[in-house]
């Protein structure tokens, strides 16, 4: 007897197999009953300064804007660019980030494959012996069987899309992780900015106190001279060494000051930063120009570069549309969150409709693992299983509302996401309307008191006045110095505040970037 050549059956069993799968995945995923998705009408006004606000209850329609603009371009200074870099390769808090992106990826890929049959091969063989006392004949015999089928088992064809809308939710998840992760980058953009210009505006007050310091030390000498001359009283005397005791305090606390905020620029970068990539601040003492080095001999302390430059951020501008909050990483993932919410909204619909599923497997048996291949025995099996809900004590009913009721809190808390950030941005914009006023106002209190300064050691040394009005006018002139200083930060961190408050608005070009939705 002529055998047949053992590749055609497994020819034929794969084709049938493949072609059985072709049609099924033509039948499927056909209906979706999830809701048809529109973005919210939201209650906020129509630009960011307030204006054109919507007429009726229902609010602006919000669609987002394009124009993206990287934190390279809005971070001016070079340091501070390379600082920001460093933080992006080496901060733990965005490696978490990042891992939670895999882990949602690999999570859609689980849903995603419940769309597609499992396709198995399976080979089995088995010898069985019957006793002698359960044998009619009273032999012992033995039998075999050997087996090879390729198949898949309770496959869904998906009538009602209720697995699309699964991972649908699946997808939406993983673009919401995309997104908490940008919320956590656009964050640490913006404290290793903050904690750059914090070290510098703290190392600028330091500078301050140090020059403060020489100088009141210099005229304590110069008084301790006069009083060991009879030209000046005791009083005079204790009266100056508690402007030295106060300085030595403030330089002790700007110096542990300045250390901490070494190490939380650290801490933020992920790594040790290079001496190259600190602001000028940083280094008090190699900040002096030669003219304030000159100078710290006087009785009145030489002003530092109070201020940071302007250049080192770029002005964020303010008139903006609102839907320039669309976004901001906060409510992007909100709206995924909402997405996701309906899709789920289709599922628990799905269960109310009948689901089929399907078993099938086609290969050879044999009694003889030499005869497995023969012609004539193959195997094919075919079991499809229909189930139609009819009672479930309203279990279905039950899950649609949940999913209804997870829909309308989602809504709620995207509606409430924009209103934080329009909030947000307004406060911001609110703080900068006053700063270059409140900035020119500093600056003009700093040269007035200044001048009554001159003015009242001129007085004491013609003995006209006390010491008093010069201990008085020493005190207003540390303090107006200290609180530009402070207000030239709070200008800077205004901008920071609004770039982050904006969502960045930009492309990111970070290396190794794993944020691209992920395919089947």
Not at 126 to 155: C, K, M
Not at 309 to 316: G, H, I, K, S
Not at 400 to 416: G, N, P, S, V, W
Not at 424 to 443: F, G, I, M, N
Request: aromatic share 6%; net charge neutral.
């Amino acid at each position: 007897m002529s055998r047949i050549p053992l590749i055609a059956p497994r020819r034929t069993v794969v084709r049938a197999t493949a072609a059985s799968a072709l049609a099924l995945l033509a039948l499927a995923g056909c209906t979706s009953l999830a809701p048809d998705y529109a973005r919210p009408m939201l209650p906020v006004p129509a630009t960011l300064n307030g204006t054109n606000g919507p007429d009726g209850p229902e609010g602006t329609a919000l669609t987002p804007e394009t124009g993206p603009m990287g934190w390279q371009e809005f971070l001016q200074e070079p340091r501070l660019r390379e600082l920001v870099a460093l933080a992006l390769q080496n901060n733990r808090d965005l490696r978490v980030a990042v891992l939670a992106i895999e882990k949602a990826r690999a999570q859609y890929g689980v849903e995603q494959s419940s769309r597609f049959p499992a396709v198995g091969a399976t080979a089995a063989g088995n010898r069985t012996r019957t006793a002698d006392d359960l044998n009619t004949s009273g032999r012992s015999p033995t039998s075999s069987q050997y087996s090879a089928q390729l198949g898949f088992s309770s496959y869904e064809i998906d009538f009602f899309g209720r697995v699309k809308n699964l991972n649908e939710a699946a997808l939406q998840e993983f673009l919401r992780t995309t997104e908490n992760r940008r919320s956590v980058q656009l964050s640490l953009v913006a404290e290793v900015a903050n904690a750059w210009l914090t070290l510098d505006a703290d190392g600028r007050r330091l500078q301050l106190a140090q020059d403060t310091l020489r100088s009141r030390q210099k005229s304590y000498e110069l008084t301790e001279r006069s009083h060991a001359l009879g030209a000046a009283s005791g009083l005079t005397l204790a009266q100056t060494q508690t402007t030295v005791d106060t300085a030595r305090a403030d330089v002790a606390a700007f110096t542990s000051q300045v250390a901490r905020d070494r190490n939380a620029l650290a801490l933020l970068a992920g790594a040790p930063v290079p001496e190259a990539l600190l602001p000028d601040g940083a280094n008090p003492g190699a900040t002096a120009s030669p003219a304030q080095a000159a100078s710290a001999s006087a009785s009145v302390a030489p002003a530092p570069s109070l201020a940071t430059p302007a250049a080192t951020l770029l002005a964020v501008p303010g008139d903006l549309p609102s839907s320039v909050l669309l976004n901001r990483p906060d409510v992007r993932a909100a709206e995924y969150t909402l997405r996701g919410a309906y899709a789920s909204i289709g599922a628990a619909r799905a269960a109310f409709f009948p689901s089929i599923t399907l078993t099938a497997s086609a290969g050879t048996a044999s009694n003889a693992l030499s005869g497995l291949f023969d012609g004539g025995n193959g195997t094919w099996s075919f079991a499809p299983q229909i189930r139609l809900p009819i009672f479930d004590a309203g279990r279905n009913r039950a899950n649609l509302q949940i999913a209804e009721t997870a829909r309308d809190t989602a809504l709620a808390q995207y509606d409430k996401a924009v209103q934080t950030a329009f909030r947000e941005v307004a406060d911001a914009l609110a703080e900068r309307a006053t700063l270059a006023e409140r900035l020119q106002a500093q600056q003009s209190l700093q040269a007035a008191t200044l001048k009554a300064l001159q003015l009242s050691q001129a007085r004491y040394r013609l003995g006209a006045d006390s010491y008093l009005p010069v201990l008085d006018a020493q005190r207003a002139l540390y303090s107006a110095q200290q609180t530009l200083i402070g207000l030239a930060l709070a200008e800077q961190a205004n901008r920071i505040t609004l770039y982050k408050v904006l969502g960045g608005r930009w492309i990111d070009t970070t290396p190794g970037d794993s944020t691209a939705t992920p395919g089947p």
